[in-house]
């Protein structure tokens, strides 16, 4: 894991311990399709939205940036207003170093 919370953790060290992108996926379908209503959506659905989808566009990204890294960045921001509105940094990286908060405070 990283160090601190102070500290930004590369993609590989917040992804280490997640699940697999094709289990993330099916997570997400199953959480929407139990929903009667998107209002219930809590912000654990869209951190892990936000981890799928930069996960997603990382593998999409060694051959050119695109669609999928616009999704990735779009998800992130509204992680992030969810958040800290008017907050100022990476996004994907405030989405990674989340998820690695999120999955260390499971740990324990």
Request: net charge negative; with cysteine; charged share 25%.
């Amino acid at each position: 894991m990283f160090k601190t919370r102070s500290t930004w953790p590369t993609a590989e060290q917040a992804y280490a311990d997640a699940p697999s992108i094709v289990d993330e996926i099916g997570w997400t379908a199953r959480t929407l399709a139990a929903l009667e209503c998107f209002t219930a959506l809590d912000r654990d659905f869209y951190l892990r939205k936000a981890a799928l989808l930069d996960r997603i566009a990382l593998l999409d990204e060694p051959d050119a940036p695109g669609d999928v890294t616009d999704t990735a960045v779009a998800a992130a921001v509204f992680l992030m207003d969810i958040d800290q509105p008017g907050v100022i940094c990476d996004p994907r990286a405030y989405v990674r170093r989340q998820y690695a908060l999120s999955l260390a405070t499971d740990d324990q």
